[in-house]
């Protein structure tokens, strides 16, 4: 078993950085993929950016590419998340995630386990 809890959303407006942090416990983190996936009001939720278990490859999303920063430390059993230049588009609740086969895998289905969500509200 693995848990999951993000935290760092808020309020923030168009233009404003903001970091993710997602702490994980339960089972071996070092070893797992990660991921970040977004779900925005009335839209499905979709894949971000992911990293492998060692933190030396990243995969993001065209969308997010080159405002977005996926990273972790294995010591501290977190994953982060950095969002720069945000945009009214990246308002969403952002989820982390764990278990999938590879680091970039898209599909939420290739997931196994899941954190609560944080809300990050991008004002214009």
């Known amino acids: 078993q693995v848990q999951l809890v993000e935290s760092g959303g808020g309020l923030v407006q168009a233009g404003d950085s903001v970091r993710l942090s997602c702490a994980a416990s339960g089972r071996t983190f070092s070893r797992y993929p990660m991921a970040w996936f977004r779900q925005g009001p009335g839209k499905e939720r979709e894949f971000v950016a992911g990293i492998n278990w060692s933190g030396d490859s990243t995969y993001y999303a065209d969308l997010v590419k080159g405002r977005f920063t996926i990273s972790r430390d294995n010591a501290k059993n977190t994953v982060y998340l950095q969002m720069n230049s945000l945009k009214p588009e990246d308002t969403a609740v952002y989820y982390c995630?764990?278990?999938?086969?590879?680091?970039?895998?898209?599909?939420?289905?290739?997931?196994?386990?899941w954190g609560q969500g944080t809300q990050v509200t991008v004002s214009s």
């Open positions: 995630a764990a278990g999938s086969n590879t680091y970039y895998t898209r599909s939420p289905s290739g997931y196994a386990y």
